[in-house]
């Protein structure tokens, strides 16, 4: 054994990703050190504590960790319950960063600001898969390790508000009038909302979450207005697969929202992209310009960006990454994820090998791993990890095996033409095998989410469609 592999292996981030890392690597006998920039295990999850996952339990709990928590007596939610972001970290995190067997490897209040190879910048080659990595935290402390596995996520970075990928015009500027993704509108948040205009940018499940708790919040709030732009000329993405759906609470998400966009409870705007805005009186206006041409004006008073995700691959800058130049994933995983072709459940298994850069021993796991795909399950980064640990360990027929089985979104096109006018439908749900293209997840760390008060799976109204309708 070399004096490298005498060091642990770094673990960036203890959510659920990276927790998963650190009981495979325990049961691998690795030793580990987790690396958390919060101050508690699940510091991200919490944030959106107060949105119920769409997933149950049984699709959310890693089976390393499981096996651990097992071990010690823990008694395990009902399979099929769905919880909230603040039961995920509550009744699963905490107790699995518990546990005798990681609690003494968990640091938290340590952020990472760069990862190297000690005595090596990028360019040098020679002796370096021999050299160990060096890690380097916000307040200077340096340590050394094996490997690194980052599962540090994507919460901290959301995209901007402009549609070109470029902040819109003002937007730094109107930062007050604006939230990122899933504002506690029927908690904390409610007195930022309640009897306000809001105007809700995006088309994932985020975007859908917020929509739902406003449209609650304007019938019992008077003089509470909600607007929803998208860039697509349809809906039909962002309302899923209905009933097709594998996930009955994920169906219902896009279900209610249609109801409430056909009764004109939220007002609908398509060929949206967001140019300017301009702070005035006391309100925003936003300047669009749709994709037919011209421009028009909307005056809001909160606007909520739920556009999306996106990696920071900034503290691996002096690694040697092999990006794909859309995504931000790694060139092998990018087609197999994109979400131009794929939805969160129909994404093909993979692990090590589609992880691996030309920096040996570096690995970015989980949502991270996605750059700015949103076709992420807690599922996928599960088995990622153990594949990834497995292949750690030397045990490569292990980290070879990678098995995945994701529920079908009921989605299966995204293709304009086919369905412009929303009303062509795929069936019941896609065969196996069957490329399905779908709506985004939209949360760093795992699956998104209906709020509380949605838990409750009602029929689609009279005339409303089920089955999996093709989305645009």
């Known amino acids: 054994m070399s004096v490298v592999d005498e060091l642990p292996v770094v673990v ?5 990703v990276g927790l998963a890392a650190a009981a495979h690597l325990h049961e691998r006998g690795i030793s580990f050190t987790v690396l958390e920039a919060g101050e508690t295990a699940g510091a991200a999850v919490r944030q959106w504590g107060h949105v119920r996952l769409f997933s149950p339990w049984r699709y959310n709990i890693d089976p390393a960790a499981r096996r651990l928590l097992d071990e010690a007596g823990w008694v395990a939610p009902a399979a099929d319950a769905l919880p909230t972001g603040a039961e995920l970290a509550a009744e699963y995190l905490q107790p699995l960063a518990e546990l005798p067997q990681l609690k003494p490897h968990l640091r938290y209040g340590a952020r990472v600001e760069a990862i190297s190879r000690l005595g090596l910048d990028r360019l040098r080659t020679a002796g370096r898969e ?15 390790a094996q490997a690194v596995i980052d599962a540090s996520g994507t919460w901290g970075t959301p995209n901007v508000l402009g549609a070109s990928g470029l902040p819109a015009r003002g937007e730094v500027d109107a930062a007050a009038f604006l939230e990122h993704a899933l504002p506690d509108v029927l908690g904390a948040d409610r ?21 739902l708790s406003l449209a609650e919040l304007a019938a019992v709030a008077p003089g509470t207005e909600v607007t929803w732009a998208i860039r697509a000329a349809s809906p039909a993405r962002t309302y899923g697969g209905g009933d097709a759906d ?8 896009g279900a209610r929202l249609r109801e409430h966009v056909d009764a004109g409870r939220i ?9 300017a805005l301009t702070p005035t009186d006391g309100r925003v206006a936003v300047v669009v310009r749709h994709d037919a041409g011209g421009e028009e004006s909307v005056t809001v008073d909160r606007i909520v960006a739920a556009t999306g995700f996106r990696p920071d691959h900034s503290i691996a800058s002096e690694l040697r990454l092999d990006l794909d ?7 092998a995983l990018a087609p197999l994820i994109d979400p131009n072709e794929h939805s969160c459940g129909t994404v093909p298994p993979h692990g090590v090998d589609e992880l691996a850069h030309p920096e040996a021993g570096y690995y970015a796991v989980g949502m991270k791993s996605y750059g700015r795909a949103p076709t992420f399950l807690m599922a996928t980064g599960y088995e990622q990890v153990r594949s990834v640990v497995a292949a750690l360990a030397g045990d490569w027929a292990a980290a070879r095996d990678v098995q995945l089985d994701l529920p079908e979104t009921g989605v299966c096109n995204s293709n304009p033409a ?3 006018n929303a009303d062509s439908c ?47």
């Open 325 to 331: 130049p859309v995504l931000g994933a790694t060139r």
């Open 246 to 253: 594998a996930l009955p609470a994920r169906g219902a998400l």
């Open 191 to 211: 007195a930022r909302f309640a009897g306000r205009h809001t105007l809700v940018v995006g088309a994932g499940h985020s975007a859908a979450n917020t929509l």
């Open 418 to 420: 086919e369905s412009a």
């Open 130 to 144: 021999q050299t160990p990595f060096l890690v380097r935290l916000a307040d200077g402390e340096e340590l050394l």
């Open 12 to 16: 960036i981030g203890a959510g659920p």
């Open 426 to 472: 795929c069936g019941p749900a896609p065969a196996a095998g069957s490329t399905g293209r779908g709506l985004a997840t939209g949360i760093s760390g795992g699956l998104l989410s209906a709020p509380l008060n949605l838990v409750t799976l009602d029929a689609v109204p009279a005339g409303g469609q089920t089955g999996g309708c093709c989305a645009s």
């Open 267 to 275: 007002r609908l705007l398509t060929g949206f992209s967001v140019y």
